[in-house]
């Protein structure tokens, strides 16, 4: 709203406490013969990364001495409405944005901001749970072409290089799904050599969907579950890939080949209740989390079965912010906005022993690189702190957006991408080519 997302704030009276979102943050894996594998030193290329993680290529590079005012400014555009971050392939950025009554999708070049092309499509949509109407899902580029899922489940392929529409599904409309609190929000994945999309056709037994990434036309269906705001992760078990979907009330391993449905146990609860935190794979675990009272779970997946390792509500409970790997640690924020005090922790989803938490942090969205992790909150300060288990240690802040930030930052080539409500900035944040 974290794929990847982004958050939503909700203003609704039946969702007591905010509702904010990220759709899809963070993705916990390495796609095993896919998408992964086409992502170049450097790439961004879907939600949270080269590895759906929130882990930056090996080769990146984060500067850690900022000038007074923040990391330089490359380039800036202004923004239409929307939570979506940016994807990059090579030298090409690519924003889905809405303006007026279009949702936009712009490709930029990554060093100078100009704009390489641009598509446009009509949208009606509009939903009282949030002031922002825009797109909710971030590209996802393989393979030379562009995927965007929109707020009402239109899901489009695009040409990387001149932007010509190649195919597009009305989902919402053909699978009779429901349009949920914030439209869609989950970001698709490549997996199995199809796009897997969190549809949540409850009533069309088309929870998950697979389309031909060639030509767009179904490859199967799968469950009856509601979509929910968490995008899909991908782990490889015994050898043998598997996709993973947070739905509105499951955690569910699928055969992304075939769709068929390997595992599954419940995770989330009625009501008005959001899952938007993306599934992180650690050590073969699949770690999930949401608030609202559901809390976390470790669960570790077999061929056909899984085992619930533990389910508490006290280590880790995001409202929508994906915890961010390194080594056997996650770092992750802990709290709902506008009911708690936003804690950011460093634990070990194995043990549950938190190495040690920071108190009123603030919310926002992570990434790593390196020995680093940068922390963009949603007041648009831009947060860098060294990534250790042995205690909290700053190294930069400083305030690089000034109005409410929700979107995913991107981090390609020693560029961060990252946008408010108003503006996209291009900032030099490391050393050009992991150099």
């Not at 936009?104 to 901001?113: F, K, L, N, Q, S």
């Not at 100009?114 to 590209?139: E, I, M, Q, Y």
């Not at 699949?286 to 077999?302: D, E």
């Amino acid at each position: 709203m974290q794929g990847s997302s982004f958050g939503f704030q909700s203003s609704c009276s039946g969702l007591r406490s905010a509702a904010l979102l990220a759709v899809g943050l963070l993705a916990g894996l390495c796609l095993p013969g896919g998408l992964q594998q086409q992502a170049r030193g450097g790439d961004w290329p879907q939600i949270l990364g080269p590895h759906r993680n929130g882990v930056a290529a090996a080769d990146e590079r984060l500067l850690t001495d900022w000038p007074a005012d923040g990391p330089q400014v490359l380039w800036k555009k202004d923004v239409g409405s929307g939570f979506s971050g940016v994807a990059v392939a090579g030298e090409t950025a690519v924003l889905f944005h809405r303006v007026e009554n279009e949702e936009v999708v712009e490709a930029y070049d990554a060093a100078t901001g100009k704009v390489l092309w641009t598509h446009r499509a009509p949208t009606s949509f509009s939903t009282g749970f949030s002031p922002d109407n825009g797109p909710r899902c971030v590209p996802l580029i393989h393979k030379g072409s562009v995927v965007l899922y929109g707020a009402q489940g239109r899901l489009t392929s695009l040409d990387l290089t001149s932007g010509k529409e190649s195919w597009k599904r009305e989902t919402h409309q053909e699978f009779g799904a429901r349009e949920g609190y914030f439209g869609a929000g989950s970001t698709p994945v490549i997996a199995g050599g199809l796009v897997l999309v969190n549809v949540g056709g409850d009533r069309e037994g088309a929870g998950v969907v697979a389309f031909d990434p060639t030509d767009g036309r179904t490859v199967w269906k799968a469950t009856d579950e509601a979509a929910s705001y968490s995008s899909p992760a991908v782990v490889e078990v015994d050898g043998v890939q598997q996709a993973v979907f947070v739905t509105r009330l499951k955690t569910v391993g699928l055969n992304p080949k075939n769709g068929e449905i390997l595992w599954e146990f419940p995770f989330g609860k009625r009501g008005p209740t959001v899952n938007a935190a993306t599934p992180q794979i650690v050590d073969g675990n699949v770690f999930v989390t949401a608030h609202y009272g559901v809390g976390a779970v470790l669960a570790r997946p077999a061929k056909n079965s899984v085992e619930v390792v533990w389910a508490s509500d006290a280590i880790m409970s995001s409202q929508y912010m994906t915890s961010v790997p390194s080594g056997s640690a996650l770092f992750g924020i802990d709290g709902q906005e506008r009911v708690d005090t936003p804690v950011l922790k460093c634990f070990d989803p194995r043990t549950r022993n938190v190495y040690w938490a920071e108190e009123d942090f603030g919310f926002g969205s992570l990434l790593r690189a390196g020995d680093q992790v940068l922390a963009l909150l949603t007041d648009g300060t831009l947060v860098q702190f060294q990534a250790t288990a042995k205690k909290y240690t700053e190294l930069n802040r400083a305030r690089v957006l000034t109005t409410t930030t929700r979107a995913l930052p991107a981090l390609a080539n020693g560029r961060l991408f990252v946008r408010d409500t108003k503006t996209l900035l291009c900032l030099q944040v490391g050393r050009n080519g992991g150099e």
